[in-house]
């Protein structure tokens, strides 16, 4: 939380006990209001634009490597559709894979999901943002 979010509270009611106006007094707060928004939305350009960057860039293995890492997460999550088909052939190996299958996923460490989560959402934005300024199809 920003320095100027946190302040937006204590502002506002030295705003109410300083200016007798109400039309006055609304207006100062909503002067406040649009600096904070200002300030947030430079914020996200600012996060955006070296997600842009990396995803503009001629170098293959910076341009490439977002999706890259998103392909090798697909595979991981969608190769449970075939082992689910299992327990129909056998039961007793179906419990078992299932006991492995655990295993591996609660040693994935925690942080690369959030990389996971992180970066699929950063694609998603800086492909959007593209699409909308017509840089990308």
Do not use: C
């Not at 490597?65 to 697909?74: G, I, K, T």
């Not at 056998?90 to 925690?110: C, D, S, W």
């Amino acid at each position: 939380m920003s320095l100027l979010a946190n302040l937006i509270a204590p502002i506002s009611q030295i705003i109410d006990k300083i200016i007798p106006d109400k039309h006055a007094r609304d207006q100062a707060k909503l002067e406040l209001l649009k600096l904070e928004s200002n300030q947030d939305l430079e914020m996200v350009q600012i996060q955006l634009s070296a997600i842009i960057a990396e995803a503009a860039s001629k170098d293959p293995w910076t341009s490439r490597a977002r999706p890259s890492f998103l392909y090798v997460m697909y595979i991981l999550l969608l190769w449970s559709l075939p082992m689910g088909l299992i327990p129909a052939i056998r039961p007793e190996a179906a419990v078992n894979i299932a006991h492995g299958m655990n295993a591996y996923l609660a040693g994935i460490p925690e942080p690369l999901y959030a990389l996971f989560g992180t970066g699929y959402l950063g694609y998603t934005v800086a492909r959007q943002w593209g699409k909308i300024r017509g840089v990308e199809k």
